[in-house]
T-cell receptor, first 112, second 115 residues
Framework: SQQGEEDPQALSIQEGENATMNCSYKTSINNLQWYRQNSGRGLVHLILIRSNEREKHSGRLRVTLDTSKKSSSLLITASRAADTASYFCATDNSSNTGKLIFGQGTTLQVKP | DADVTQTPRNRITKTGKRIMLECSQTKGHDRMYWYRQDPGLGLRLIYYSFDVKDINKGEISDGYSVSRQAQAKFSLSLESAIPNQTALYFC??????????????FGPGTRLLVL
């Protein structure tokens, strides 16, 4: 069973626009992470937000977390063609196992 | 991440064959994981290992086995491959303690086709 569900499944925008992806999860978590996957490649960690944090920034990335709604969003500002990839949220809901449960991902296409 | 390597990168096999996918890492991490990725389903955990003597089943371990030969090596075997095991397989690692224990580092993946 998947912990995270992401919305939308696919997103197409023009270069320079902002992209927002959402993730919902079912159980309590220790932290939530976002990963990026270029086509057919391995996932790359982008950002982690802890359960006691509400917002976090890293460069053009902004992540929010609402534990009352069990949801998170990833905002990519001023998108570039190189941002074209799939983005996955992953939740850690165990005490110290490091196990992550991934959502099914949002495929982002940024048109030049 | 070049510190996590997987071999082979692509493999075609036939139903009933036993195959092994290998993963090596130079990150010095204790924890290693095997996932499979199917279109539209994200990643699902097959097995994970916290050290050489600690191996645990994940969400979808049936039909798979693993071996942790050393801290740096974690192999996944398909005992008798079947077509619905056709997928993209990823190995990942993470640290045992400290802030880095929450982040996983992925290999480039092995694309497996079972005919």
């Amino acid at each position: 069973s998947q912990q995270g569900e992401e919305d939308p499944q696919a997103l197409s925008i023009q270069e320079g626009e902002n992209a927002t992806m959402n993730c919902s999860y079912k159980t309590s978590i220790n932290n939530l992470q976002w990963y990026r996957q270029n086509s057919g490649r391995g996932l790359v960690h982008l950002i982690l937000i802890r359960s006691n944090e509400r917002e976090k920034h890293s460069g053009r990335l902004r992540v929010t977390l609402d534990t009352s709604k069990k949801s998170s969003s990833l905002l990519i500002t001023a998108s570039r063609a190189a941002d074209t990839a799939s983005y996955f949220c992953a939740t850690d809901n165990s005490s110290n196992t490091g196990k992550l449960i991934f959502g099914q991902g949002t495929t982002l296409q940024v048109k030049p | 991440d070049a510190d996590v390597t997987q071999t082979p990168r692509n493999r075609i096999t036939k139903t009933g064959k036993r195959i092994m996918l290998e993963c090596s890492q130079t990150k010095g991490h204790d924890r290693m994981y095997w996932y499979r990725q199917d279109p539209g389903l994200g990643l699902r955990l097959i097995y994970y290992s916290f050290d050489v003597k600690d191996i645990n089943k994940g969400e979808i371990s049936d039909g798979y086995s693993v071996s942790r030969q050393a801290q740096a090596k974690f192999s996944l075997s398909l005992e008798s491959a079947i077509p619905n095991q056709t997928a993209l397989y990823f190995c990942a690692t993470s640290d045992l303690a400290g802030e880095g224990r929450w982040t996983q580092y992925f290999g480039p993946g092995t694309r497996l086709l079972v005919l």
